[in-house]
Each structure stands twice: as C-alpha cells, then as structure tokens.
C-alpha cells in the first residue's frame, strides 16, 4: 500500500489556500481534501509493515503547531513542476519531522535521505506548458509576493495514496493528536 505521513490542515488555512488557487488560471489545482504537509514519504508498504508503524506514531508526544505559510514558490527550476505555499521550518515542526521519521526505522521502514522543506502542494502544472503559460505564473509569483498565512495543525496523519488518471486520491487511515 502507497502511504505516507503529514499534517492535515484546518478547514480555514483550507479555504485561504483555495483562493491562492482560484488566481492561477495554468496548471491543475490539488483538491483541497488532498492539501497536506508530507512529514515522511513512505512508499509502497505491507500492511504489516503499517501496522507495526501505527503503532510507534501512536506513541509519539508532540505539541499542536503553529504553521506559518511564509510565501508561494514554483518547484521545478526552469520547467515548474508545482506551485507550493512554503511553510516556515520551526524547530517544532523538525522535531515532530524527526520523531515520524524514527518511528518508521522502528517499524522497519527505510526511508529515503531527502531535505526537509516544508510546503503545501496548490497547483499541478503539466509536463510541457502552453504558450504564454510561463508568463502567467511569473506574474502569479510577482502579484502574490506578500502571501502569508498562519494555521495551527491539531495532528498527524498517517495516510493511503491511490493513484489515479485523473490524480492521486489521499485517505487518512489513522489519525494521531497533537496536545496543546
């Protein structure tokens, strides 16, 4: 089963991200039920495997954090791949990234080595863009410089995802809370 562990963010952070998208008229915005933040990357695992990890983030102690979505960037380099809004890499939110990913170990799950840079997939942009499309979401990024947004995550997820044709569809199959 593909899964992965992130935060699901809180129906107003939901709703101010929307609207970031509703302004970008290229690419494919990512359905709001999807919006999270990746916390670990999991891959294709056992079910086993999943329950022995539900188990150790089960165990895990952590406080709610406070996110702050500090701008809107373009992964990708010269060719974007997808619109993210960044958010600020606070000790609290490493801490809780590192106890997920030292929950996997325990569980037996190997985990790629990868940089931690926290964000919110918003937009899809296809492989080859149209015409004047590059042009769009430059002026996009100009226009939308100033964008914050500060959400507080409540907990973590561990999630299923399904790949589809017409996109990946995320379930949550356990939640875990974070304590105030």
């Known amino acids: 089963m593909r899964a992965f562990a992130g935060l699901p963010l809180p129906d107003a952070a939901l709703i101010a991200l929307e609207r970031v998208q509703e302004e970008l008229t290229a690419g494919r915005p990512v359905p709001a039920e999807n919006m999270h933040l ?3 990357f999991l891959d294709d695992q056992p079910e086993q ?10 165990g895990i102690r952590a406080p709610v954090l406070s996110l702050r979505f500090q701008e809107l960037e373009v ?3 010269r060719q974007p791949r997808v619109l ?3 958010v600020q890499k606070t ?3 490493s801490r809780l990234r590192d106890r997920v990913r030292s929950a996997c170990q325990a569980a037996g799950i190997g985990l790629a080595r990868e940089r931690f840079r926290p964000h919110v997939t918003l937009v899809r942009f296809p492989r080859h863009l149209q015409p004047g499309q590059l042009e769009k979401i430059a002026g996009f990024l100009q226009a939308a410089a100033g964008f914050r947004l500060q ?5 973590f997820a561990l999630y299923q995802s399904t790949l589809a044709p ?8 356990a939640e875990y809370p974070l304590e105030g």
């Open 166 to 173: 017409e996109g990946a569809r995320y379930d949550v199959l």
């Open 91 to 93: 000790p609290e939110l």
């Open 49 to 58: 495997m999943l329950q022995a990890l539900h188990q150790e983030l089960a």
């Open 84 to 86: 993210a809004a960044a």
């Open 38 to 40: 990746t916390l670990a």
């Open 151 to 155: 959400a507080e995550a409540g907990c």
């Open 75 to 77: 992964f990708g380099g």
